[in-house]
């Protein structure tokens, strides 16, 4: 059986705010396995970023645990990347594209991580933009050198959340596709959170669907759509079809007509 690599169980979170407490999250919980790559859609506001923080251990939750590989999660753990929406702000313009990717590998040899980083590099596309600086790149570019640099730390868990949010359409497609790629190759486990159901379908072996904040679990949807996917023929089946359909009936609330795993 695959090894569970992320346990989340009754999770909640209330924020103290001025107008009082806020309840954010509640109740939710799920697992992913090693080597899965799960999708959390949820409309805007309703706690995928709590969740996605309270998971990378930079929240501790009110109530409920987070563990990962059977650890439980108190502050952030070592063997965790994240990659945010907002690339311009989590790389370091003063920095190349190299010493960005090796940055997180300070306390390695330096020849491993010159190494490491060059084969990050590889698998994004960007082996000649090593000497570069991160300004000197187009916007998908520098959301390439953030997933490169999160690979080469070779994670337990890779958190994105809203990865691709910040890109045109067509460079959403072709990093889309990248990622398909990489995990494929590298086997990594990734928990990615999106506000765009296609995406969550495209690229999930398995959908949760939030509900409105307090976010709990409505929907758990595993994806048969196989490993290799195509952003024409993939998104014209019948299959995409009807799961995008019924993701996008669960997020507004229509009954199912057939049961849905919660
Ligand atoms: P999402 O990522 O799905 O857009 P968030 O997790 O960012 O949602 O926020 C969920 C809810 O919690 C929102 O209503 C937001 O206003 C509220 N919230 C987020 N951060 C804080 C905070 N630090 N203090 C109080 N309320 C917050």
């Known amino acids: 059986m695959t090894p569970t ?8 979170h209330t924020y103290q705010s001025k107008d009082g407490p806020y ?7 799920f697992t992913v396995a090693a080597g899965e790559l799960v999708c959390v859609v949820g409309p805007s506001g309703c706690g995928k970023s709590t969740l996605l923080r309270t998971v990378a251990g930079l929240i501790r939750p009110s ?3 987070v563990s990962l590989h059977g650890t439980p999660v108190d502050g952030v753990p070592e063997d965790l990347a994240v990659v945010f929406q907002d690339y311009s702000r989590s790389l370091f313009p003063w920095l190349t ?5 090796e940055f997180p590998l300070r306390g390695l040899p330096r ?3 010159a190494a490491r980083a060059a084969e990050a590099l590889a698998a994004v596309g960007l082996e000649r933009a090593g000497r570069k600086y991160p300004w000197q790149l187009s916007g998908g570019m520098q959301q390439r050198v953030a997933i490169a640099r999160a690979l080469a730390y070779r994670p337990a868990l890779l958190l ?13 497609f072709e990093l889309e596709d990248l990622l398909l790629r990489v995990r494929r190759e590298q086997d990594t486990t990734i928990l990615l ?4 159901i296609d995406e969550s379908v495209y690229l999930g072996d398995r959908v949760l669907v939030l509900s409105k904040s307090p976010a709990s679990v409505v929907a758990q949807l595993p ?5 290799h996917r195509d952003q024409i023929t993939t998104r014209a089946s019948d299959e995409f079809v009807e799961l995008r359909a019924k993701v996008a009936g669960l997020l507004q609330g229509v009954p199912q007509t057939e049961p849905v795993a919660p």
């Open 23 to 29: 309840d954010a999250i509640d109740a939710l919980g």
């Open 160 to 172: 994105m959340d809203e990865p691709f949010a910040s890109v045109d359409a067509q460079t959403r």
């Open 63 to 65: 109530r409920g645990s």
């Open 193 to 196: 959170v999106t506000h765009d």
């Open 5 to 12: 690599m992320l346990q989340v169980t009754d999770l909640g």
């Open 111 to 113: 020849a491993e991580r």
């Open 223 to 227: 994806v048969d759509l196989g490993e």
């Open 97 to 101: 594209v190299q010493r960005n990717v």
